[in-house]
Nanobody, 124 residues
C-alpha cells in the first residue's frame, strides 16, 4: 500500500526557510516520480516542484524558481523540498504525490498517490 507522509511544515516569518520532507513506504520508491503541490484557502491546487525517479530532472513553478529546491534520497525513500526566502503567498497546505514512471509533471492529474499534507504559514 502506497503511503506518503509529509512533515516539516510550520509557522515562519517572511524571508525565512523551511525544509519539508516526504517519507514514502509501500512501493518501490526509485520507480516513481515525486512532486510537491500546494493549496491555499480558496485556491486551486498548484504544482510546486517535481523530481524524476533518478533525480536527473527537476521542475519548478515560476512562482518558486530560485527560492525552492527539490531533492531525493532513494536510500531513505524520502523527498525534500527546501524553501528559502518565503513569502506570504507561500502560505498553503503542501502535499507530496507519487507517480510511477519517468515522466515529470506539475499537473495534479498525473499523480494518483497523495499524502495528507503539511501546513506552511508565512506570517509576521
Amino acid at each position: 500500500q502506497v503511503k506518503l507522509v509529509e512533515s516539516g511544515g510550520g509557522l515562519v516569518q517572511p524571508g525565512g526557510s523551511l525544509r519539508l520532507s516526504c517519507a514514502a513506504s509501500g512501493f518501490t520508491f526509485h520507480y516513481y516520480t515525486i512532486a510537491w503541490f500546494r493549496q491555499a484557502p480558496g485556491k486551486e491546487r498548484e504544482g510546486v516542484s517535481c523530481i524524476s525517479r533518478d533525480d536527473s530532472v527537476t521542475e519548478y513553478a515560476d512562482s518558486v524558481k530560485g527560492r525552492f529546491s527539490v531533492s531525493r534520497d532513494n536510500a531513505k525513500n524520502t523527498v525534500y523540498l527546501q524553501m528559502n526566502s518565503l513569502k506570504f503567498d507561500d502560505t498553503a497546505v503542501y502535499y507530496c504525490a507519487a507517480a510511477r514512471g519517468p515522466a515529470t509533471s506539475l499537473w495534479s492529474t498525473s499523480y494518483n498517490n497523495w499524502g495528507q499534507g503539511t501546513q506552511v504559514t508565512v506570517s509576521s
